[in-house]
C-alpha cells in the first residue's frame, strides 16, 4: 500500500509487533482465549477468538511499553490526530493517555482480530493502517454518538431527522466497541422491550473539522421530542458513547433532565409518533428564540419528575408561561382549554381539569395530560403570539377556534385518500 506518514506507519508498527510479541506468549501459556463459534447458515460455524477483552485487559502495561510512547510521540506531532485526543480528554488524565485508548488500542485489536489471535499477518496490520490513515488524513470522517434509551420499543429503525434516530440495540452490542458500556448502561438495560434501544446521531464531519457535535445537548432535545410526542417515560443516558470512524474515543455525561426516568407506562414509538416527534425536534430548535414558550416547555418538562405540590404548581407556571401572553394563568388555561377542544373530545372534563388547576387544586392526570397536549399544539403553530389572538377571538365568539394539529393532520390525511 501507498503509506502517505511513513514515521507514523513505522512507529504504529513497531508498537502493534511489540505487543504481539507480549500477547502471544501469555496466550499459549497463561491460558486459551475465550471464543465465539458464530453460525453462518447450513451448519457452518466459524470459531472467532474474543481477543478484544484479552487486549482490554492488559492495556495498563500495554501503555507502559517503550514502542508505545514511541507511537504516542509521533501522533502527537500529527495535527489531524488531536480530535481524537480531545473525544477521551474527560476520560482520561492526560493527552497521551488519551492517544492510546483512542488510537493505539483500537489499532491494535483490530489488528489482531484480523490476525484472529496474535500469530502476527503483515497484510492484516496493513489493512487496518489504511483505514486509519484514511480516518486520520482524509477529507470526511463518520462521527456516531449513541446513548441507551428507556420507556421506549420500536419494531423498526424510526428516523428523527438531523442525523437522530431510536434503533434497537442491547448491551452486547454496546460493550463491542465500547468495553465500560457494561458498567455505564442502565439498570435492566437489554432486558424488557422498553429497555433495548439507543438514541444515536450521526454526522459526516469535514476532515479538518476539529470539533464535535454536542450530541448530549442534541439527543436532550431528541428525548424531549419523544416525551412530547409518545407522553412515555423515555429517558437516554446516562452517558452518550461517542465514535468517529471505528475509534469509539469518547464518553460524556448525558444531560440530567434527559437522563432522569419519568414515571409512566413505557410504550411503543411506531412510525406516525416518530413522525410527530420529528417535527417536534425542528420547532425545537428555535424555541429558545421566544423566551415564553421556552420557559413553558421547561417547566412542563420538570413537572414529569416532581411530587405534589410542586408538580401542579410545575404545571401552573407551565401553563401561564405558554398561553397567559401576559393575561396570567386563568387566560393560560381558558386558552388552552379551546386550544384542545375538539368535537368527540371531553371538552368540559379538559376544561374542569385546568380550572381546577387554576383554582390551586392539585392536578389530575387529565391535567397533565392536557398541558402536554397544549405544548405540542404551541410548538406545532407557526406563530405563538399570534395563536393567542385567535384564541381570544375564539373565546369571544368572533371567529371559530385554530383546528388543533391533530386534527388538521387528519384532514389532509382524508383529503389525501380520497384524492
Same mark, same amino acid.
Do not use: K
Given at each position: 500500500?501507498?503509506?502517505?506518514?511513513?514515521?507514523?506507519?513505522?512507529?504504529?508498527?513497531?508498537?502493534?509487533?511489540?505487543?504481539?510479541?507480549?500477547?502471544?506468549?501469555?496466550?499459549?501459556?497463561?491460558?486459551?482465549?475465550?471464543?465465539?463459534?458464530?453460525?453462518?447458515?447450513?451448519?457452518?460455524?466459524?470459531?472467532?477468538?474474543?481477543?478484544?477483552?484479552?487486549?482490554?485487559?492488559?492495556?495498563?502495561?500495554?501503555?507502559?511499553?517503550?514502542?508505545?510512547?514511541?507511537?504516542?510521540?509521533?501522533?502527537?506531532?500529527?495535527?489531524?490526530?488531536?480530535?481524537?485526543?480531545?473525544?477521551?480528554?474527560?476520560?482520561?488524565?492526560?493527552?497521551?493517555?488519551?492517544?492510546?485508548?483512542?488510537?493505539?488500542?483500537?489499532?491494535?485489536?483490530?489488528?489482531?482480530?484480523?490476525?484472529?489471535?496474535?500469530?502476527?499477518?503483515?497484510?492484516?496490520?496493513?489493512?487496518?493502517?489504511?483505514?486509519?490513515?484514511?480516518?486520520?488524513?482524509?477529507?470526511?470522517?463518520?462521527?456516531?454518538?449513541?446513548?441507551?434509551?428507556?420507556?421506549?420499543?420500536?419494531?423498526?429503525?424510526?428516523?428523527?431527522?438531523?442525523?437522530?434516530?431510536?434503533?434497537?440495540?442491547?448491551?452486547?452490542?454496546?460493550?463491542?466497541?465500547?468495553?465500560?458500556?457494561?458498567?455505564?448502561?442502565?439498570?435492566?438495560?437489554?432486558?424488557?422491550?422498553?429497555?433495548?434501544?439507543?438514541?444515536?446521531?450521526?454526522?459526516?464531519?469535514?476532515?479538518?473539522?476539529?470539533?464535535?457535535?454536542?450530541?448530549?445537548?442534541?439527543?436532550?432535545?431528541?428525548? *424531549? @421530542?419523544?416525551?412530547? /410526542?409518545? +407522553?412515555?417515560?423515555?429517558? &437516554? $443516558?446516562?452517558?452518550?458513547? !461517542?465514535? =468517529?470512524?471505528?475509534?469509539?474515543?469518547?464518553?460524556?455525561?448525558?444531560?440530567?433532565?434527559?437522563?432522569?426516568?419519568?414515571?409512566?407506562?413505557?410504550?411503543?414509538?411506531?412510525?406516525?409518533?416518530?413522525?410527530?416527534?420529528?417535527?417536534?425536534?425542528?420547532?425545537?430548535?428555535?424555541?429558545?428564540?421566544?423566551?415564553?414558550?421556552?420557559?413553558?416547555?421547561?417547566?412542563?418538562?420538570?413537572?414529569?419528575?416532581?411530587?405534589?405540590?410542586?408538580?401542579?404548581?410545575?404545571?401552573?407556571?407551565?401553563?401561564?408561561?405558554?398561553?397567559?401572553?401576559?393575561?396570567?394563568?386563568?387566560?393560560?388555561?381558558?386558552?388552552?382549554?379551546?386550544?384542545?377542544?375538539?368535537?368527540?373530545?371531553?371538552?368540559?372534563?379538559? *376544561? @374542569?381539569?385546568?380550572? /381546577?388547576? +387554576?383554582?390551586?387544586?392539585? &392536578? $389530575?392526570?387529565?391535567?397533565? !395530560?392536557? =398541558?402536554?397536549?397544549?405544548?405540542?399544539?404551541?410548538?406545532?403553530?407557526?406563530?405563538?403570539?399570534?395563536?393567542?389572538?385567535?384564541?381570544?377571538?375564539?373565546?369571544?365568539?368572533?371567529?371559530?377556534?385554530?383546528?388543533?394539529?391533530?386534527?388538521?393532520?387528519?384532514?389532509?390525511?382524508?383529503?389525501?385518500?380520497?384524492?
Amino acid at each position: 500500500m501507498a503509506v502517505g506518514a511513513p514515521h507514523l506507519h513505522d512507529a504504529l508498527r513497531a508498537f502493534c509487533l511489540a505487543s504481539f510479541a507480549r500477547l502471544a506468549p501469555e496466550a499459549e501459556h497463561g491460558g486459551e482465549l475465550p471464543f465465539v463459534l458464530e453460525e453462518h447458515g447450513a451448519g457452518f460455524y466459524e470459531y472467532r477468538p474474543l481477543v478484544r477483552d484479552h487486549v482490554q485487559a492488559r492495556a495498563y502495561w500495554l501503555a507502559a511499553l517503550e514502542d508505545a510512547r514511541i507511537a504516542i510521540a509521533e501522533l502527537r506531532r500529527e495535527p489531524a490526530a488531536a480530535i481524537f485526543a480531545r473525544g477521551r480528554a474527560t476520560a482520561e488524565p492526560s493527552e497521551e493517555r488519551a492517544l492510546f485508548r483512542a488510537i493505539l488500542l483500537p489499532l491494535l485489536t483490530r489488528t489482531a482480530e484480523a490476525c484472529g489471535g496474535f500469530d502476527w499477518e503483515d497484510g492484516a496490520f496493513e489493512r487496518v493502517y489504511a483505514e486509519l490513515e484514511g480516518s486520520l488524513f482524509g477529507s470526511a470522517r463518520a462521527y456516531t454518538a449513541v446513548a441507551p434509551l428507556v420507556g421506549l420499543s420500536v419494531l423498526a429503525e424510526i428516523e428523527l431527522g438531523r442525523g437522530l434516530s431510536v434503533r434497537r440495540s442491547s448491551p452486547e452490542q454496546l460493550g463491542s466497541r465500547w468495553p465500560e458500556a457494561h458498567d455505564l448502561v442502565p439498570a435492566g438495560f437489554g432486558q424488557e422491550p422498553e429497555r433495548t434501544c439507543v438514541l444515536a446521531l450521526e454526522r459526516e464531519l469535514a476532515g479538518e473539522e476539529q470539533s464535535l457535535p454536542d450530541a448530549p445537548g442534541e439527543l436532550s432535545d431528541a428525548v *424531549t @421530542a419523544l416525551r412530547l /410526542a409518545t +407522553a412515555a417515560p423515555a429517558a &437516554a $443516558g446516562p452517558v452518550v458513547f !461517542e465514535q =468517529l470512524d471505528w475509534h469509539p474515543f469518547g464518553i460524556r455525561p448525558m444531560l440530567g433532565i434527559a437522563a432522569t426516568e419519568p414515571s409512566g407506562e413505557p410504550t411503543r414509538l411506531d412510525p406516525w409518533r416518530g413522525r410527530l416527534a420529528a417535527e417536534l425536534l425542528e420547532r425545537l430548535v428555535g424555541a429558545e428564540e421566544d423566551a415564553e414558550l421556552a420557559e413553558g416547555l421547561e417547566r412542563w418538562e420538570l413537572s414529569l419528575f416532581e411530587s405534589e405540590p410542586l408538580r401542579s404548581e410545575r404545571l401552573r407556571e407551565a401553563a401561564a408561561a405558554l398561553l397567559g401572553g401576559g393575561d396570567g394563568l386563568w387566560a393560560g388555561v381558558m386558552r388552552a382549554a379551546i386550544l384542545l377542544g375538539e368535537a368527540g373530545d371531553d371538552t368540559a372534563g379538559i *376544561t @374542569a381539569g385546568l380550572r /381546577a388547576l +387554576a383554582r390551586g387544586e392539585r &392536578a $389530575g392526570e387529565a391535567a397533565g !395530560e392536557a =398541558l402536554r397536549r397544549a405544548v405540542v399544539e404551541v410548538l406545532l403553530h407557526d406563530h405563538r403570539p399570534g395563536l393567542i389572538e385567535t384564541l381570544d377571538d375564539a373565546l369571544l365568539g368572533l371567529r371559530a377556534r385554530p383546528p388543533g394539529y391533530f386534527s388538521a393532520r387528519a384532514m389532509r390525511h382524508e383529503s389525501g385518500t380520497a384524492a
